[in-house]
Every structure is written in structure tokens, then in C-alpha cells.
């Protein structure tokens, strides 16, 4: 079973809302920094936001500032990804993975990661 998964990926109209999900098994998310990040196709992957093990988040992509947010409920092992007015140029496959307590900008810091999830924008 995969360490993290994610869901709540999907086709939505430019303007749109998703809110996509990570769901951990296997670990209690309590003592990890959880961290989004995408990948559009020709593209290299970039950091998109960050949730430390104590809630603060950091915000890797100027793009997505005002418009996606992140949170976390440990109860549930779960990070989500809200993500308003949505644009074309947000498409790619979102991926969530695990770091130390605090987040990073660097990929590498990430040792577990999910399968991604497609998300499309376009009318």
C-alpha cells in the first residue's frame, strides 16, 4: 500500500474550485511536514505549498499565492490542497509527499511520495 495517496484530482472550468487530498497509511502525519507540488507536461516539477508538522504553511509558487491553501487533519492523516480560481495554467499532476518536520523547498527532502492525481483546467 502506498504511503501517501492522493485524490480529488479532476476536469474543472477555468475559475473553478478543487480541493485534493493526501491521505497517509502506514504513518501518523502528526511529526511530518506534508508538501504539494506539481508537474505540467514538458515541464519540470515545482513546490507548490507546504504544511509543517505544526500547521505553517509555505507558500513555493508565487502562481498559486491568494488562491490555493493548505491544512491539515491529523485526525484523519490527511493534508488538502484548496485550490480556488483556477487557471489553465494550472494544469499538471499534483503530487503529495512526506518530509521532516519542517517543510523544504527542496525535492529531495522528501522521502515518501503519492502517485498523483491529473488535474485539468480548461472550458
Known amino acids: 500500500q502506498l504511503p501517501l495517496v492522493e485524490s480529488g484530482g479532476g476536469l474543472v472550468q477555468p475559475g473553478g474550485s478543487l480541493r485534493l487530498s493526501c491521505t497517509a497509511s502506514?504513518?501518523?502525519?502528526?511529526?511530518?511536514?506534508i508538501g504539494w507540488f506539481r508537474q505540467a507536461p514538458g515541464k519540470e516539477r515545482e513546490g507548490v505549498l507546504c504544511i509543517s508538522s505544526s500547521g505553517l504553511s509555505t507558500n513555493y509558487a508565487d502562481s498559486v499565492k491568494g488562491r490555493f491553501t493548505i491544512s491539515r487533519d491529523n485526525a484523519k492523516n490527511t493534508v488538502y490542497l484548496q485550490m480556488d480560481s483556477l487557471k489553465p495554467e494550472d494544469t499538471a499532476i499534483y503530487y503529495c509527499?512526506?518530509?521532516?518536520?519542517?517543510?523544504?523547498?527542496?525535492?529531495?527532502?522528501?522521502?515518501?511520495w503519492g502517485q498523483g492525481t491529473q488535474v485539468t483546467v480548461s472550458s
Open positions: 509527499a512526506r518530509t521532516g518536520p519542517f517543510c523544504s523547498d527542496l525535492s529531495s527532502s522528501y522521502d515518501r
Open positions: 502506514g504513518f501518523t502525519l502528526d511529526y511530518y511536514a
